[in-house]
């Protein structure tokens, strides 16, 4: 950001006036980013505090299960509920539609009964699980019921989000199976972050793209894979230079293995979606809270702008649950100890074992 | 040369011998192969620092072909490393060309050509324009290649003909070229002709891949290098192929041999 003009000197003091004059949406990020919230406060932290703006983040859907409708919807349902700007394109028929599936801010009232409820069962859990995992979820639950407007707000499911959030004319919706060709769909896009210039002074508003399904079987573009990315990379190089973040879910399993590849190479930020088995006896001995999990989620990629260190993650395994049915929440995997002696505790497990031996803090 | 600025990495890619020639690299084609899970481009930034920072007063030019990120980010990652890319681009010594938006029109029959005719028309100019003894100085750093065959919808051919345009410049003016690529696009493919022939062109490949033991706090990854020109010397039991581990920091990345870390 501080970049245009040139500074002949490496010293030089920070101007501190881009920081100042933000909104509470918008958080400052390391190495001059600016950072928003990605819906879920879980994915907020693992991810450093939020999704830096200007950056694409993509999602490996899990073909048989819609999880990352999940991660759409709360992404979404943030953007709305702090009055940003909106493009939301799906292969559906009524793309509109599924903004009334979006999930409202839980009120600060059942906050504190989640957030009692939550203390409870650590009591129960206490005698052997981590420790460690305490201290972050109070912070993060103490740090929700201030004010109104907040960086991320934690989402109750199953309430639907108020209408008049959107209705509003900052919310355009697409059915790219309206569009003639992926071309369309990024004129679209390019006029929709034309409205988001990146300057050095401040921010003003910031926008969000969500594309669902991307080359999903419906689509005519399908089986156009040099079009697609060259769509994903201009999309790309247009979100880098606005203020605001895209986020593609794409079906992993219908792209063919090297282009699934250019794609992954493509996303400042990648994660993956994954269901478990219903009634799994091998993973629900393995794991606790077994029947409140209902996926996993795989971070591949964490946005390294400006940066080049990369981010090692404590864990790439994160558990999708859905506490009391309502809140969205990501953990790490809580394995059951095994035999404290042994020390084999992990990777053992039957189906998940290529994710979590990757995800056990590796002691060198 | 100081030993300070000497490492791992200035070693198995011959930098250290050649510091008393005029161009650092010898007109060498360096190839650098990444993966999903571990970024190359640190290797990119190393080598741009060292190119430009490596004795006050060498004539070394970079041009730079960025086709994934924009100059802020470079610059950002530079200046932390200790090399301001502005000020080097005021005085003409990083020649950044932005291609982040850049589309090679894709004409009937020409494919990506046309595009990318006039990027190597560019080229040429820089090159050109430069002095006659210091044509050896440039360096061209493509990142990524990846990125140029999407920008000519695929048309591998011609991003094929356009890098051995290129090569062709290193043998001809002596200047030589840095290439980031991403070799597990091709793991897939059963004749990746693309890859096999980029390595072939290449004098050194470097691989960037993450441990078998997957990600660790101090240990970012592992590269293993082969070096043509250590090969082909005469008589040398070493076989050109190196083997080291690294760690990033923002300011340096520490090269280490397996096991050596203490």
């Known amino acids: ?364 | 040369m100081d030993s300070r600025a000497r490492n791992l990495l200035d070693e198995a890619l011959g930098l250290d011998q050649l510091t008393q020639s005029k161009s650092p690299l010898g007109g060498k084609a360096v190839l650098i192969e990444d993966c999903v899970e571990t970024s190359g481009s640190f290797v990119l930034h190393q080598l741009i620092k060292r190119l430009l920072t490596a004795t006050p007063n060498s004539s070394n030019v970079v041009l730079f072909l960025a086709f994934a990120n924009p100059f802020s980010h470079y610059d950002r990652i530079l200046r932390k490393l200790g090399c301001n890319l502005a000020a080097q681009r005021e005085n003409g010594r990083f020649i950044f060309v932005d291609m982040l938006n850049v589309q090679c029109p894709e004409g009937k029959a020409g494919g990506g050509r046309s595009g990318l005719f006039a990027l190597f028309a560019n080229i040429t100019k820089v090159l050109n324009s430069l002095p006659e003894g210091n044509r050896k100085c440039l360096t061209i750093v493509i990142d990524d290649v990846s990125l140029i065959e999407v920008a000519a919808h695929g048309s591998s051919d011609h991003v094929l003909d356009f890098l051995h345009y290129c090569h062709a410049l290193t043998s001809n003016h002596g200047c030589s070229l840095v290439m980031l690529n991403h070799d597990d696009i091709y793991s897939s493919m059963d004749r990746p002709v693309f890859l096999k022939q980029m390595e072939y062109a290449a004098d050194v490949l470097v691989k960037v891949k993450p441990l078998a033991t997957g990600l660790a706090a101090d240990v970012h990854g592992q590269m293993p290098v082969l070096n043509r020109d250590q090969c082909n010397r005469r008589g040398s039991l070493n076989n050109g192929m190196n083997n080291f581990q690294f760690r990033i920091k923002e300011n340096s990345v520490e090269y280490f041999y397996p096991g050596a870390r203490t």
Not at chain 1, 39 to 62: A, W
Not at chain 1, 82 to 94: E, R, T, V
Request: hydrophobic share 35%; net charge positive.
């Open chain 1, 1 to 364: 950001m501080a970049a245009t003009k040139t500074r002949t000197s490496s010293f030089s003091r920070n101007l501190p006036a881009a920081s100042s004059a933000q909104s509470p949406e918008i958080k400052c990020g390391p190495n001059g980013t600016f950072l928003v919230s990605s819906g879920i406060p879980d994915l907020d932290k693992t991810l450093g505090g939020g999704i830096p703006l200007g950056s694409l983040v993509m999602v490996m859907e899990d073909s048989e299960a819609p999880h990352h409708m999940l991660l759409l919807r709360n992404f979404m349902s943030q953007g709305l509920v702090q009055k940003q700007p909106l493009l939301y394109a799906s292969p559906s028929k009524d793309p509109r539609g599924f903004l009334g599936t979006l999930p409202s801010p839980s009120s600060p009232k059942d906050d504190k009964s989640r957030s009692h409820d939550a203390e409870q069962e650590k009591g129960l859990r206490i005698a052997w699980q981590y420790k460690k995992y305490f201290g972050e979820n109070q912070s993060n639950l103490d740090g929700q019921r201030d004010n109104k407007q907040e960086f991320s707000n934690e989402f109750d499911l199953r309430r639907p989000l108020d209408r008049h959030f959107y209705t509003g004319q900052h919310v355009d919706c697409i059915s790219t199976k309206d569009l003639p060709n992926i071309a369309a769909l990024q004129e679209r896009c390019t006029s929709f972050l034309s409205q988001f210039p990146r300057n050095d002074a401040s921010i003003a508003c910031t926008g969000r793209i969500a594309i669902q399904s991307l080359c999903a079987p419906q689509c005519e573009s399908s089986n156009m894979e040099w079009e697609m990315l060259s769509f994903i990379r201009s999309l790309k190089s247009t979100v880098r230079s606005a203020n605001a973040v895209a986020i593609i879910t794409f079906p992993s399993s219908l792209v063919s293995p090297s282009f699934c590849k250019r794609w992954q190479h493509l996303a400042d930020c990648l994660v993956s979606v994954k269901a478990i088995p219903d009634e799994d006896k091998e993973l629900a001995k393995l794991l606790t809270g077994y029947q409140e999990i209902v996926g996993f989620l795989n971070i591949h990629r964490v946005p390294r702008i400006n940066t080049q260190v990369p981010a090692v993650l404590e864990a790439t395994t994160l558990s999708i649950k859905l506490q009391k049915r309502r809140y969205l929440v990501l953990e790490c995997l809580n394995q059951a100890p095994v035999d404290g002696s042994s020390g084999s505790s992990y990777g053992t497990s039957g189906s998940c074992s290529g994710s979590s031996s990757k995800s056990g803090s590796l002691d060198f």
